[in-house]
């Protein structure tokens, strides 16, 4: 007689098989663990966050200089175009805020958690 699930020899017909029942056992061990061994969270730093975002930033302000400079017959639009920027940038800073502020990190005695928050998949 054979094990349905994993094909390990049984002593008797209808026996429960070891290896699956530790298996399933270990698995609701870990389920069940709540023995928080360590916990961090991430932090929000304005200035490295703004760092990572270096690239369109340096990219957003010479297009708002040079619109400036050179626009001055479509000075409305490009003021528009810099405050659209602005706001752009300032969401996307906010957002990082929300999302490194909702997520942290647990070590259990058998499990490592990572819980996270994100709207946009991303
Ligand atoms: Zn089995």
């Known amino acids: 007689m054979r094990c349905k699930m994993c094909g390990a020899e049984l002593k008797k017909e209808g ?3 070891n290896n699956c029942m530790n298996k399933i056992l270990r698995e609701e061990e870990k389920k069940a663990d709540n023995v928080k061994v ?3 969270k991430r932090k929000f730093v304005l200035g490295y966050q703004l760092l990572q975002h270096l690239e369109s930033l ?5 297009v708002c200089v040079v619109l400036i400079l050179t626009a001055t017959e479509f000075l ?6 810099i405050v659209l920027v602005i706001l752009a940038e300032t969401f996307v800073i906010l957002y990082d805020r ?3 502020n909702h997520s942290k990190c647990t070590f259990y005695m ?3 958690v990572y819980k996270k928050i994100a709207f946009f998949l991303f």
């Open 110 to 112: 058998t499990k490592f």
């Open 76 to 81: 409305v639009e490009s003021i528009i175009f």
């Open 38 to 40: 360590y916990e961090f």
């Open 58 to 62: 340096f990219i957003a302000i010479i």
């Open 98 to 100: 929300y999302k490194i």
């Open 15 to 17: 026996e429960l098989c």
